[in-house]
C-alpha cells in the first residue's frame, strides 16, 4: 500500500523506526575504539559492550558470540573511529531528514500508513535479534547434547530437530559426513532432509563486465569481491572487500559493517541488505540476479550505487 503514494526514491527514504541493536552495537565499538586502550575507562567499557553486544554474533547456533578478544580483534582494522562514528550519526540523521521531508507532503492518513511500515521494518529485524538472543542462551544446550551423542556441535546442527529427537530417544546414529557440504531441508507438508547434489549451487554462468541492480544504498565504492554463500565464508572476509551474497542475513552484519559495498542477487527496498545497508551508510545494490554466479572471490570490481551498476 505504502508503494501507492511513494515513488522509489521516496520509498528509499523509509528507514527504521529506531536504532536497531545493529547500529548501537556500531556506535558502541566505535565510541570504544576511539579511546586509550590503556585507559581505565577503556578496560570498562570493553567489559560493558561485550556483556551486552556478545550476541550479536551468534545469530544462529553455528556462530560464536563476541568476546574481549574478537572485539580487540575487530577494532584493529578501524581507521580514525571517530570519523566512522561522526560519518554512521550523520547517515542517520540524513535518512531521518529524508523521512521528515517525504511525509511532510503526504495526507495525514498516508502519513500514519507510512509510520506504521516503518515500526514493521523495525520489528523484522528486532525478530531476527530476538532468534539472535535465543541462540546465544540455547548455545549450552546444543552443546552438551552434541556430547551426549558423540558429535561436534556443528556436526550437530547438520541434523534436523526430529533426527536429534530420535537419537536422543535411541534411534540409530546418523552420520553427518555425507552432509559436510551441501544439504538441504525440504518442507512440503513435512520436513525431509537431502544431501550430495540436491544442496549444490548452480553452475557459474559466462562472465560479463558489467552488472544492473537496483540501488538501495547510495555511494560509489571499489573492493575486491568476496563471496558469501555459507557462514565459513565469513572467516575469510576482509575489511574493505565487496560482499556479494545471494542475499543477506543478521549473521552477516560484521561483515557488512567492514564492506566496502554490498551487491546481492535477490532483495528488494525493504529487504534485509536494503535496510541494513543504508543504516551504515555502506553503498549498496540488490536484486541484480547473478551477481553471485559472474563473480568470483577477489575480482576487482567498482559498485557504482548512484547509477546501480558494478
Same mark, same amino acid.
Given at each position: 500500500?505504502?508503494?501507492?503514494?511513494?515513488?522509489?526514491?521516496?520509498?528509499?527514504? $523509509?528507514?527504521?523506526?529506531?536504532? !536497531? #541493536?545493529? &547500529?548501537?552495537?556500531?556506535?558502541?565499538?566505535?565510541?570504544?575504539? /576511539?579511546?586509550?586502550? %590503556?585507559?581505565?575507562?577503556?578496560?570498562?567499557?570493553?567489559?560493558?559492550?561485550?556483556?551486552?553486544?556478545?550476541?550479536?554474533?551468534?545469530?544462529?547456533?553455528?556462530?560464536?558470540?563476541?568476546?574481549?578478544?574478537?572485539?580487540?580483534?575487530?577494532?584493529?582494522? $578501524?581507521?580514525?573511529?571517530?570519523?566512522? =562514528?561522526?560519518?554512521? *550519526?550523520?547517515?542517520?540523521?540524513?535518512?531521518?531528514?529524508?523521512? %521528515?521531508?517525504?511525509?511532510?507532503?503526504?495526507?495525514?492518513?498516508?502519513?500514519?500508513?507510512?509510520?506504521?511500515?516503518?515500526? $514493521?521494518?523495525?520489528?523484522?529485524?528486532?525478530?531476527?535479534?530476538?532468534? @539472535?538472543? /535465543?541462540?546465544?542462551?540455547?548455545?549450552?544446550?546444543?552443546?552438551?547434547?552434541?556430547?551426549?551423542?558423540?558429535?561436534?556441535?556443528?556436526?550437530? =546442527?547438520?541434523?534436523?530437530?526430529?533426527? $536429534?529427537?530420535?537419537?536422543? /530417544?535411541?534411534?540409530?546414529?546418523?552420520?553427518?559426513?555425507?552432509?559436510?557440504?551441501?544439504?538441504?531441508?525440504?518442507?512440503?507438508?513435512?520436513?525431509?532432509?537431502?544431501?550430495?547434489?540436491?544442496?549444490?549451487?548452480?553452475?557459474?554462468?559466462?562472465?560479463? *563486465?558489467?552488472?544492473? @541492480?537496483?540501488?538501495?544504498?547510495?555511494?560509489?565504492?571499489? @573492493?575486491?569481491?568476496?563471496?558469501?554463500?555459507?557462514?565459513?565464508?565469513?572467516?575469510?572476509?576482509?575489511?574493505?572487500?565487496?560482499?556479494?551474497? +545471494?542475499?543477506?542475513?543478521?549473521?552477516? &552484519?560484521?561483515?557488512?559493517?567492514?564492506?566496502?559495498?554490498?551487491?546481492?542477487?535477490?532483495?528488494?527496498? !525493504?529487504?534485509?541488505?536494503?535496510?541494513?545497508? +543504508?543504516?551504515?551508510?555502506?553503498?549498496?545494490?540488490?536484486?541484480?540476479?547473478?551477481?553471485?554466479?559472474?563473480?568470483?572471490?577477489?575480482?576487482?570490481?567498482?559498485?557504482? #550505487?548512484?547509477? @546501480?551498476?558494478?
Amino acid at each position: 500500500m505504502v508503494r501507492m503514494f511513494l515513488d522509489d526514491w521516496n520509498f528509499y527514504k $523509509i528507514a527504521f523506526a529506531r536504532a !536497531t #541493536a545493529t &547500529v548501537k552495537e556500531q556506535r558502541s565499538l566505535l565510541a570504544l575504539a /576511539s579511546l586509550p586502550r %590503556s585507559s581505565a575507562r577503556f578496560k570498562r567499557n570493553l567489559a560493558r559492550h561485550v556483556k551486552e553486544y556478545s550476541w550479536t554474533a551468534h545469530k544462529l547456533l553455528t556462530m560464536n558470540p563476541f568476546t574481549e578478544k574478537s572485539i580487540l580483534e575487530r577494532m584493529r582494522g $578501524i581507521a580514525k573511529p571517530e570519523e566512522r =562514528l561522526r560519518a554512521l *550519526e550523520e547517515s542517520r540523521r540524513a535518512l531521518e531528514r529524508g523521512y %521528515s521531508q517525504t511525509v511532510r507532503k503526504l495526507a495525514r492518513s498516508q502519513q500514519k500508513i507510512v509510520a506504521q511500515y516503518r515500526e $514493521i521494518l523495525y520489528l523484522r529485524t528486532e525478530r531476527a535479534d530476538a532468534v @539472535g538472543k /535465543s541462540a546465544a542462551l540455547a548455545k549450552p544446550l546444543f552443546e552438551h547434547i552434541a556430547r551426549k551423542l558423540g558429535y561436534t556441535r556443528e556436526e550437530l =546442527l547438520r541434523f534436523s530437530y526430529l533426527e $536429534i529427537h530420535a537419537m536422543l /530417544s535411541g534411534g540409530k546414529r546418523l552420520d553427518p559426513k555425507p552432509r559436510e557440504k551441501y544439504y538441504s531441508w525440504i518442507v512440503d507438508g513435512k520436513l525431509s532432509v537431502h544431501w550430495g547434489s540436491w544442496g549444490r549451487p548452480k553452475p557459474s554462468q559466462k562472465r560479463v *563486465e558489467k552488472l544492473s @541492480g537496483v540501488v538501495a544504498s547510495k555511494g560509489i565504492a571499489c @573492493g575486491n569481491v568476496k563471496i558469501i554463500n555459507d557462514i565459513p565464508d565469513l572467516a575469510t572476509f576482509k575489511r574493505g572487500n565487496v560482499l556479494v551474497a +545471494r542475499y543477506t542475513n543478521p549473521n552477516m &552484519v560484521v561483515a557488512m559493517e567492514q564492506a566496502s559495498a554490498i551487491v546481492t542477487d535477490i532483495g528488494g527496498m !525493504t529487504s534485509h541488505a536494503a535496510i541494513v545497508s +543504508r543504516e551504515l551508510g555502506v553503498p549498496c545494490i540488490i536484486n541484480t540476479k547473478i551477481a553471485t554466479q559472474v563473480f568470483k572471490d577477489g575480482d576487482r570490481v567498482e559498485v557504482d #550505487a548512484e547509477k @546501480g551498476v558494478v
